[in-house]
């Protein structure tokens, strides 16, 4: 049975950080893309970054150089790193492998 498990979500001042985890069973995510996906009240999921089976990395504009997408194969866990976080980040937050989504971790951002 695959399960994606996130973590890290919270409350955090604008400005600060947050490391997001999505920790996979059932399922190497080394073989295909993970993606970071958000959420904010009354709007449509949207996509934050990916990482491919190689590494290669894309990034949502309202997020670039601000978030850093990674994954430990040897965890086999992905992470968001989430800096200079802004009110308008606040959503909850959805690891995506394949068909299988994460049960979501809210992140809220005060200013």
């Known amino acids: 049975q695959v399960q994606l498990v996130e973590s890290g979500g919270g409350l955090v001042q604008a400005g600060g950080s947050l490391r997001l985890s999505c920790a996979a069973s059932?399922?190497?995510?080394?073989?295909?893309?993970m993606a970071w996906y958000r959420q904010a009240p009354e709007k449509q999921r949207e996509l934050v970054a990916t990482?491919?089976?190689?590494?290669?990395?894309n990034y949502a504009d309202s997020v670039k150089g601000r978030f850093t997408i990674s994954r430990d194969n040897v965890k086999n866990t992905a992470y968001l790193q989430m800096n200079s976080l802004k009110p308008e980040d606040t959503a909850v937050y959805y690891c995506?492998?394949?068909?299988?989504w994460g049960q979501g971790t809210q992140v809220t951002v005060s200013s």
């Open positions: 995506k492998y394949r068909s299988w």
């Open positions: 059932g399922i190497s995510l080394r073989i295909d893309t």
């Open positions: 990482i491919s089976s190689g590494g290669s990395t």
